[in-house]
C-alpha cells in the first residue's frame, strides 16, 4: 500500500507542481502588469466584498466535498445528491447577497459596490456546477486534467483583464477575471467528466455525509471568517486605498508562503484518506512532508524579509510601497501558514471533523480578539502582530492535535524543523548585516547580493551537513534530473 501511494503521492505532487507553479508565474505577470493599470482603490473595493464571496462559497459546498473525499467509496447517489444541495444553496446564497448588496454598499459608502457584487455573485452559481467534478477528479487523483485546465483558465482570464484593464474598466476587469476563472474550469469539467447527476436526492447518503461534513463547513465558515474580517475593518475603519495596499501584500505574500504547502495539500488529503487507518504511515507521511516543506519553504520567506522594499519597487512601481511593511510582518506568518495544511488536513482525512471544528473556534476566537485588538489600539501596525501571533498559534495547536491523535508528537515535529529554521535565521542576520556593511547605493544591487548571498550559504549548509530534509527534497526531483547521481556513476567507471 505504502508503495503504491508514493507512486500516486509523486504523479500527484508533479502535475500539481506544474499548476501551481505555472499559474504562480502567470499570477506574477498579471501583478506586475494589473498593479501599474490599475490603483489601490480597484484592489480595496474587490478586498471589501471578498468576505461575502467566500462565506458564501463556504455554504455552498457544506463541507460535503471533503466528505466525498474522505468516503472510501462515494456512490452515484451520493454525487447527486451533492450536486443538488450546492445548486440549491447557490440560488440561496445569490438571492440573499442580491438583496443585501445596497446595504452592503451602503455600509462602506461606495455605492458603486452594490453593482459589483451583484455582477460577481453569478461565480457562486457557477462553481455549484463543478464542485462535485472537481472532487471527483481529487478523489481519482487525475491532477494532471485539473493542471491542464486551470493553466488555460488563468492564461485566459490574464489576457482579458490586462484588456480591460487597459482600456479603463477599472475594478470591473476584476470582476469578470473571477467570472472567467469560475466558467472555464466548469464548461470543460463537464463535458470532460462524463459525469451526469441523475434524478434523485437521497436523504440518507445526504445524512451520512452530513455527520462528517457539517464540521468540515463550520471549520471552514469559522476559518474563512476570521481570515476575512480584518479585510471588513479595513475597509470601514481606514479606506479601500489602505485595503489595497493590505491586499497587494497579502496576495503577494500568498504565492510565496502557499505555494509550496498548497501543491501538497491538494495531494495529500486523498493520500491521507487511503491511509487513515494507518497510523505509523501518516506519521511519516506528515514527517517527511513537513520537513520538504520547511526547506523550501522557510529560506524563500526569509528572502522575502531581506528583499522586500526592492521587490515591490521592481515589480509594482514606488505607487505600493506602502505596501512593503504590511508584507514583512505576513512573510513572518507565512513560515507558520507554510505547515498548517499538512497538519489539520490528517486529522480530516481520520474522520476528526468535530475535533477540528471546536479547536477551531478556539483558534479564531482567540485570533480576531489579536487581530481586531491591535487594530482598534494601535491601527494597522496592530492588526499586522495581531495576524503574526494568530498564525503561530494556529500552528502550536496543529501540531498539538496531531500529536494527540496520529502519535507524531509535536515535540519531535518542532526538532525536525529546527535546523531549516535556525539556519535561516543565521543566514539572514549575516546577510543583512553583511551586504550591510557594503553600504550599496543602488536599491536593487542591495537585494540581488543579499538574495543571492542567502542562496549560497544555505545551499552550502545543505551539501556540508546534508540535513534529512535536504534528501527527502532531493528525492521527489524525477530521476532524469538527478545530474549529480550520474556524476557519481561516472567518476567511478
Not at 180 to 198: A, D, E, G, H
Amino acid at each position: 500500500m505504502a508503495d503504491n501511494l508514493k507512486q500516486k503521492a509523486a504523479s500527484g505532487v508533479a502535475w500539481t507542481s506544474i499548476q501551481k507553479f505555472a499559474g504562480m508565474g502567470i499570477s506574477f505577470i498579471s501583478g506586475i502588469i494589473l498593479a501599474r493599470l490599475l490603483t489601490p482603490y480597484d484592489y480595496g473595493c474587490i478586498g471589501m466584498l471578498s468576505i461575502f464571496m467566500v462565506l458564501a462559497n463556504t455554504f455552498i459546498d457544506g463541507g460535503f466535498g471533503s466528505a466525498l473525499i474522505q468516503k472510501k467509496q462515494p456512490t452515484q447517489t451520493d454525487y447527486t445528491t451533492i450536486f443538488y444541495w450546492n445548486i440549491g444553496m447557490s440560488a440561496v446564497m445569490y438571492v440573499i447577497l442580491f438583496f443585501s448588496a445596497p446595504a452592503i454598499a451602503r455600509f462602506y459608502k461606495i455605492p458603486t459596490l452594490s453593482s459589483v457584487l451583484r455582477v460577481q455573485g453569478i461565480v457562486l452559481f457557477i462553481n455549484a456546477f463543478n464542485l462535485v467534478q472537481n472532487n471527483q477528479l481529487r478523489k481519482k487523483l487525475q491532477f494532471k486534467a485539473i493542471s491542464i485546465v486551470t493553466l488555460i483558465t488563468s492564461i485566459v482570464s490574464l489576457t482579458v483583464t490586462i484588456w480591460m484593464a487597459y482600456n479603463g474598466f477599472g475594478v470591473w476587469s476584476l470582476v469578470v477575471s473571477n467570472i472567467l476563472t469560475s466558467f472555464i474550469p466548469t464548461v470543460v469539467f463537464w463535458f470532460y467528466l462524463k459525469w451526469r447527476p441523475s434524478f434523485e436526492f437521497s436523504k440518507q447518503s445526504f445524512k451520512e455525509l452530513f455527520e462528517f461534513g457539517v464540521f468540515m463547513f463550520l471549520s471552514n465558515f469559522v476559518n474563512e471568517l476570521g481570515a476575512k474580517i480584518s479585510h471588513l475593518f479595513i475597509g470601514k475603519v481606514f479606506s479601500p486605498v489602505t485595503l489595497g495596499y493590505y491586499t497587494k501584500a497579502t496576495s503577494t505574500e500568498n504565492l510565496a508562503s502557499t505555494s509550496i504547502s498548497s501543491v501538497m495539500a491538494q495531494v495529500t488529503y486523498p493520500l491521507y484518506a487511503e491511509a487513515q487507518d494507518n497510523k505509523i504511515l501518516l506519521g511519516n507521511m506528515i514527517k517527511r512532508l513537513t520537513t520538504t516543506i520547511a526547506y523550501l519553504s522557510f529560506p524563500l520567506m526569509f528572502i522575502l524579509i531581506l528583499t522586500a522594499k526592492p521587490i515591490f519597487l521592481l515589480l509594482y512601481s514606488d505607487r505600493w510601497l506602502v505596501s512593503v511593511p504590511y508584507f514583512q510582518f505576513l512573510c513572518v506568518a507565512g513560515i507558520a501558514v507554510c505547515l498548517q495544511s499538512v497538519n489539520t488536513q490528517t486529522l480530516a482525512a481520520i474522520g476528526k471533523s468535530k475535533v477540528m471544528f471546536w479547536w477551531t473556534l478556539v483558534k479564531r476566537t482567540l485570533g480576531s480578539t489579536l487581530v481586531l485588538g491591535g487594530l482598534f489600539l494601535w491601527g494597522m501596525k496592530g492588526l499586522l502582530i495581531g495576524v503574526v501571533l494568530y498564525t503561530w498559534l494556529c500552528y502550536f495547536v496543529n501540531i498539538g492535535l496531531v500529536s494527540k491523535h496520529i502519535g507524531y508528537h509535536w515535540s519531535k515535529q518542532l526538532l525536525h524543523l529546527m535546523p531549516m529554521g535556525l539556519t535561516c535565521v543565521i543566514v539572514s542576520v549575516i546577510c543583512y548585516f553583511g551586504v550591510g556593511f557594503l553600504h550599496l547605493e543602488n536599491i536593487y544591487m542591495d537585494g540581488l547580493v543579499k538574495g543571492v548571498l542567502f542562496v549560497l550559504l544555505y545551499l552550502g549548509w545543505s551539501f556540508i551537513f546534508k540535513p534529512e530534509s535536504f534528501t527527502y527534497t532531493l528525492s521527489i526531483i524525477p530521476s532524469k534530473f538527478r545530474f549529480w547521481e550520474k556524476y557519481k556513476k561516472n567518476s567511478y567507471e
